[in-house]
Every structure is written in C-alpha cells, then in structure tokens.
C-alpha cells in the first residue's frame, strides 16, 4: 500500500474492524464457512437464512459435507495438514472427487495450530486438544460480531468502491488472483 493510501486508511477510521468471517479464517473449515457466507448471500440476493456452516467445523483432518446454497447441493472438501493434503489432491487428480470447492491448510486444525501459536507443554497436550480449544474460542467470537459476513465488512466495500471497482472486476482478478506453473523442485545453479 502506498504512503498516501496508508496513511488514509489509518485516519479512515476503520482500524480494528473485522467481520466474524474473517476471524474464523484461522481454524480449518473457516475460510469454507466465510466463503459459503458471502456466496449464499450474493446467490440468494438477500442474507441467508443459514449462515453457520457447522458442516465444515471441527479438527477432523478431512471432511466432507454437501451444503444448500441457494437451493442448490454444493459438495466440499476441507483438509488440514499435508498428508491430508496429498489424500485430497491425489483423489482430485485420479478423477475420483466430485466436489464443487476445496479447502486446504498445511497446519493440522489451521492456523490456530500453526508454527506462530503459543507452545504448550507436553502434560497440556497430553489432556487438551489445543486446536479445537482455539477454534472454539474463534466460534465464539464469530457469534459475539455484528459484522459475520466478509463482503459487509466496511473495509471490504471501501476497497471495493474506492481502488478495485467490482467484484470480480479485471482489477480485482489481476491483482487478488494468482497462479501457479510447475517448477524444478532444486533448480540449477550455473
């Protein structure tokens, strides 16, 4: 962000607010969820009756589930950890998933379990499954928020109105989109 546009956005007033949606985006299943939020509300034209998509939840490594979205069956897959990584990516390329969308997250249970979290000793780990601790802590505060749904979020539509234009926009795809080319796993050095 440049100077100019950081400084306006640290006078916007909008430091500090965040949607429940993207809070969730730290535990496995989350960024499904929020997702599944936004894509029900835009289908439907309104907000969705079903905003909690507790289908998706939980630390299992993967899940399935088939989920309404605007009247229509969506099937999705959510894994967490790279061995389950592989398992869903192996069965997407053997031609064997049928599902409409994938999540991945490399850290067993997602971010919430990830290399930045808190240590915790042994006799903890032993007795606790952290993980689902931290996402039951990231649920709770999903509901506490007034603002669940990513595209409400007011940072969201003034970057939308302001910088990229649209959703979906040419702008918006060129710079929110990335992609991917396969490449030398240790590439020479000459």
């Known amino acids: 962000m440049a100077a100019s546009g950081r ?23 989350g960024v499904m969820e929020a997702a599944l939020r936004t894509v029900s509300a835009v289908l439907e034209g309104k907000a ?13 490594g993967i899940k399935e589930a088939t ?8 099937k999705v897959c959510v894994a967490s950890g790279i061995k389950n990584a592989r398992a869903v990516m192996e069965k997407v390329k053997s031609g064997k998933a ?3 969308f994938i999540e991945i997250m490399t850290c067993p249970g997602g971010c919430v379990n990830g290399g930045g979290q808190p240590v915790r000793p042994a006799s903890v780990l ?13 649920y709770r505060g ?13 940072v969201i539509k003034t970057l939308y109105k302001e910088y990229f234009g ?18 030398e796993k240790f590439p020479s050095v000459t």
């Not at 989920?67 to 969506?74: E, N, P, T, Y």
């Open 7 to 29: 400084a306006a956005f640290e006078t916007s007033g909008f430091r500090g607010i965040a949607s429940g949606a993207g809070l969730i985006f730290g535990a496995t299943g």
């Open 48 to 60: 969705p009756e079903k905003i909690d998509f507790k289908e998706v939840r939980g630390t299992k």
């Open 67 to 74: 989920v309404k979205v605007a009247g229509k069956d969506v």
């Open 98 to 100: 049928d599902w409409h």
């Open 126 to 138: 032993n007795s606790t499954d952290v993980k689902a601790v931290r996402a039951k802590s990231i």
């Open 142 to 154: 999903d509901l506490k928020n007034k603002l669940r749904m990513s595209h409400e979020s007011p």
């Open 166 to 183: 649209a959703p979906n926009s040419e702008k918006a795809h060129h710079i929110l989109h990335t992609g991917y080319a396969p490449r």
